[in-house]
């Protein structure tokens, strides 16, 4: 067993170096690459190098054994299976990815002697007794003994599946542009919803209750109406699976008011722990009354979480959405699932359908909260940019005062629903280009980034 090559001096060099005396001091006698000292030392050097490398590495050595070697970064992609599959044989530890993905480039790459690359690969992996989507970008390069032959396959690997994931939610929102103009009611803005999100490959299932509040003197009526899911057929109808808790078309909220919600079962799915409600119906009511999300365990081990949306006084929605078993309710997500087109589709249509169609002022209030949903588009596309540094400006000459009070108009109808007072002092636009005296420049997709970000968190 060979000596740590490095001390660390901070905390992350410390960490680093913790790991890398830990793959130094592993009994590698007691697998087929004998000890590091009888290592060629071509294969020395590299192992050093991608060791000390911050980019995830791995190495797999003597084939056809195929033994696993790794840095610290390629941890990130082991996740729960490090440190376990140090030093195991790639096809007795990972035997499925082996055989369905690995063993193929494996083999090319021995019998070519040339890099393999891996583009956009897709594989499932099962994390303690869970399983999670994988896609896999980056190439296998061989290493060549001193004599000429190949003895290990350098894999430099990237997980893509948060990108894989952030494209999925922009061609999720870019259809609920195309869409929004169509929402006529209600009710075909629920449909609209369920059709939508049947091609978003995360969520398995979508139900959309509509709930009704009518005060009378005496008590309050909370009826339940279940207008469009992702199981409704135009021919067939509408067939809910078995293994869906009771999903009724009506229910009576109030009779569920005394129900006890107590059943909850704790899940770890990698680096996060969530708190599951068994229960044998939809906690609609629940979801209604605390006003945030509900985490729910079906029957059959899967997950679907409920969102519930105050509309007016007397209108609330329900949203119920199936996850898929692959992915991790993380942070990103849930975010997805409550700052979505949802509310921005729904938001006025109480409104609407209580008046005249054509009303012009309520038709504006939907294509402003259309323009919101592309300038998010837009800021997702931004931020996706600066992610792979492409994002750059585009100027063009500009009227400011102008630009900036028709920015501002559109957060008119927000301010009057959440009866906020809403001024904003913009001085008249030729006074103020008399003023400023010259021509102003700007992107104008970034400008209204800017402005948004600022009204939104005012």
Not at 77 to 100: C, M, S, T, V
Not at 112 to 130: A, L, Q, R
Not at 145 to 154: D, E
Request: with cysteine; proline share 3%.
């Amino acid at each position: 067993m060979s000596l740590p090559l490095i001390n660390g001096g901070d905390d992350i060099e410390n960490e680093e170096s913790k790991f890398i005396n830990m793959v130094y001091n592993y009994d590698w006698s007691s697998t087929s690459l004998g000890s590091i000292d009888t290592w060629d030392p071509v294969l020395k050097h590299v192992t050093n190098l991608i060791l000390n490398s911050k980019f995830p590495f791995a190495i797999i050595i003597n084939p056809p054994d195929w033994i696993l070697l790794y840095n610290k970064a390629y941890v990130s992609i082991l996740k729960a299976k490090h440190p376990d599959a140090l030093g195991k044989r790639l096809q007795d530890f990972l035997p499925e990815y082996f055989e369905n993905h690995a063993k193929y480039k494996l083999n090319k790459l021995i019998a070519t002697g040339k890099s393999v690359y891996i583009n956009n690969e897709t594989s499932t992996f099962t994390y303690d007794g869970y399983k999670e989507e994988i896609y896999n970008h980056g190439s296998i390069n061989p290493v060549f003994k001193s004599g000429g032959t190949v003895c290990a396959a350098v894999c430099l690997v990237q997980d893509i599946i948060k990108r894989v994931k952030n494209s999925r939610r922009l061609k999720t929102l870019g259809e609920f542009g195309h869409h929004i103009s169509k929402v006529k009611s209600l009710e075909s803005a629920c449909h609209i919803i369920t059709k939508v999100l049947s091609n978003n490959k995360d969520i398995l299932y979508t139900l959309i209750y509509l709930i009704k509040h009518t005060l009378n003197t005496s008590s309050e009526s909370l009826i339940a109406h279940l207008i469009a899911t992702t199981f409704d057929d135009d021919e067939k109808g509408r067939n809910i699976p078995d293994y869906l808790p009771e999903t009724h078309e009506i229910i009576d909220l109030t009779k569920d008011s005394n129900k006890n919600y107590d059943a909850y079962i704790e899940l770890k799915r990698g680096a996060f722990t969530h708190s599951f409600l068994k229960c044998e119906s939809w906690p609609i009511y629940l979801a209604l009354k605390e006003r945030n999300h509900v985490k729910v365990l079906l029957n059959d081990e899967s997950r679907a979480i409920l969102l519930s949306i105050k509309i007016s006084q007397t209108l609330s929605v329900v949203l119920i959405y199936g996850i898929s078993q692959l992915h991790t309710l993380d942070e990103k997500h849930m975010e997805f699932l409550q700052v979505s087109p949802l509310t921005l589709m729904i938001s006025p249509l109480d409104d609407v359908i209580n008046a005249c169609s054509q009303e012009s002022s309520h038709l504006q209030i939907i294509r402003r909260n259309a323009r919101r949903l592309l300038k998010l588009i837009n800021a997702l596309l931004q931020f996706s940019y600066i992610e792979s540094n492409q994002l750059k400006a585009h100027y063009r000459e500009i009227n400011i005062a102008k630009f900036t009070q028709e920015l501002a108009s559109e957060f008119k109808s927000m301010a009057k629903t959440l009866s906020l007072d809403y001024n904003i002092d913009i001085p008249n636009p030729e006074e103020f280009n008399h003023a400023i005296g010259d021509k102003i420049y700007l992107d104008c997709d970034m400008y209204e980034t800017i402005l948004n970000d600022v009204w939104i968190q005012t």
